[in-house]
């Protein structure tokens, strides 16, 4: 396996946010899905409950965080851009309406939802139009809620593995999962948002592990050689850490959560001169 000699932080680019629709399947059969508590904390934030609840879930991709709030209760719409992606959600989720796009732009009535959601999908966005688009869609009294599933660094082989992957790939993986909180300023100035972590963790084989980072955008938009080669050289190392061939990804779930006031907030009416 051959590093790159000087590896540099690559940009979150359009080709990284559209690299998923080709590995459309990899990414619903192999990325982990959230604890039961996540939901829980969105409740106690948001103030409101889910069940009978609208909601609006953006990038909503293979559906895992969409199936989620819809076996809560809520009556779920998805929002996604991408071709890949929303065909695989329509196979996992036939029951569960899709519209195609993104949430710089929701294709949503004004005041039409109690929640707005986006798991692993905000620093997709441009808060400048994000944010205003949210306050546009969401009812009186509603909440934006944003969560990552963010990787457990204090975790050896956890950060081991993320230092393999910053010298091979040039990318800081502590620096890309702190986006999310670089990337909730809200420019209106109108939300305040909240935080909860959460940490959880599964169980699963080596192969499965493998496929979930290698459906991660990084390795996506590289070549295609190079990451295999990478792949298989991690296997061995896990292998050696894990004999068993099974092991435990330990995650932080990084939730935010913002009250849009109960009252509408009035245009402001130009003051004549």
Known sequence: MTASPQPRTQPL?????????????????????????????????????????RVADIGAGTGISTALLHARGAHVIAVEPGDGMAAQFRRTLPDVPIVRGNGNALPLADASVDF????????????????????????????????WNRYALDTPWIAAQANRIQHFFGVDVAAEQGTASRRTAD?????????????????VPVDTHLANIGSHSV?????KEATAAFLAEERNLLLKLFPAG???????????????????IPARTPTPH
């Open 13 to 53: 680019t359009p080709s990284r946010a559209t690299s998923f629709n080709a590995a459309a399947a990899q990414y619903a059969e192999n990325r982990p899905s959230y604890p039961p508590a996540l939901l829980d904390a969105v409740e106690h934030l948001a103030a409101n409950p889910l069940p009978g609840s």
């Open 116 to 147: 707005l959601t986006y798991a692993q999908s905000w620093h997709w966005t441009d808060p400048a139009h994000a944010v205003p688009e949210a306050l546009r869609v969401l009812r009186p009294g509603g909440a934006l809620a944003l969560w």
């Open 187 to 203: 420019p209106s100035g109108r939300l305040d948002f909240a935080r909860r972590q959460l940490r959880w963790s599964r169980r």
């Open 219 to 223: 390795f996506l938009v590289h070549d």
């Open 246 to 264: 099974t092991l435990e990804e330990t995650y932080e779930v990084d939730l935010l959560v913002a009250r849009t006031p109960a009252i509408p």
